[in-house]
T-cell receptor, first 113, second 114 residues
Framework: KNQVEQSPQSLIILEGKNCTLQ??????????LRWYKQDTGRGPVSLTIMTFSENTKSNGRYTATLDADTKQSSLHITASQLSDSASYICVVSARGSQGNLIFGKGTKLSVKP | NAGVTQTPKFRVLKTGQSMTLLCAQDMNHEYMYWYRQDPGMGLRLIHY???????AKGEVPDGYNVSRLKKQNFLLGLESAAPSQTSVYFC?????????????FGAGSRLTVL
């Protein structure tokens, strides 16, 4: 069964610190992996998309990595800001899966002053 | 630059009532989707559309109907609401459905069924 597992479920860090969120997936055949940021009460917003051949992709202070062999991805946030407080969702697309993305449950990040 | 707009943002229904959620996008996207988001679960696809006049079932389609009469609009209907349909509903759109396409989401519609 295609699944996306994220860890930790929640995380509290101090402003200015770095953190890493994890995503493991069992989706096959793999097409691409996305990270979304969802602020409370808002819709998800895309941070990065990585295909099979991409190992890392950055978007400002966000850096995503992908290891297609071990089926793992991570999202690293550098020098966290209060505005980084949100849920971060890992989403995997299977090749040929018209219309269907597999969403993780998300990691809820709280950045405290 | 509106993107994806959902109406209404909040709605309370009684069991058995019907309602329609409207999604409108101004990006000329071909594909549109309806998801539901429940506590402790990832977003789940209800229905989607690959173009005007077309619709297809997603992972959890039961109890919902959809229509895509115009390219920019995607309607989600509940004919007889049930408490199990209490959820936050998100509409999304994209240029294409395959490959590394970016989904643009609306702000969500929170529905409570009593």
């Amino acid at each position: 069964k295609n699944q996306v597992e994220q860890s930790p479920q929640s995380l509290i860090i101090l402003e200015g610190k770095n953190c890493t969120l994890q995503c493991n997936y069992t989706v096959s055949p793999f097409s691409n992996l996305r990270w979304y940021k969802q602020d409370t009460g808002r819709g998800p917003v895309s941070l990065t998309i990585m295909t099979f051949s991409e190992n890392t992709k950055s978007n400002g202070r966000y850096t995503a990595t992908l290891d297609a062999d071990t089926k793992q991805s991570s999202l690293h946030i550098t020098a966290s800001q209060l505005s980084d407080s949100a849920s971060y969702i890992c989403v995997v697309s299977a090749r040929g899966s018209q219309g269907n993305l597999i969403f993780g449950k998300g990691t809820k990040l709280s950045v405290k002053p | 630059n509106a993107g994806v707009t959902q109406t209404p943002k909040f709605r309370v229904l009684k069991t058995g009532q019907s309602m329609t959620l409207l999604c409108a996008q101004d990006m000329n996207h071909e594909y549109m989707y309806w998801y539901r988001q429940d506590p402790g679960m990832g977003l789940r696809l209800i229905h989607y559309s690959v173009g005007e006049g077309t619709t297809a079932k997603g992972e959890v389609p039961d109890g919902y109907n959809v229509s895509r009469l115009k390219k920019q609009n995607f309607l989600l209907g509940l004919e007889s609401a049930a408490p199990s349909q209490t959820s936050v509903y998100f509409c999304a759109s994209s240029l294409r459905v395959s490959g590394a396409n970016v989904l643009t989401f609306g702000a969500g519609s929170r529905l409570t069924v009593l």
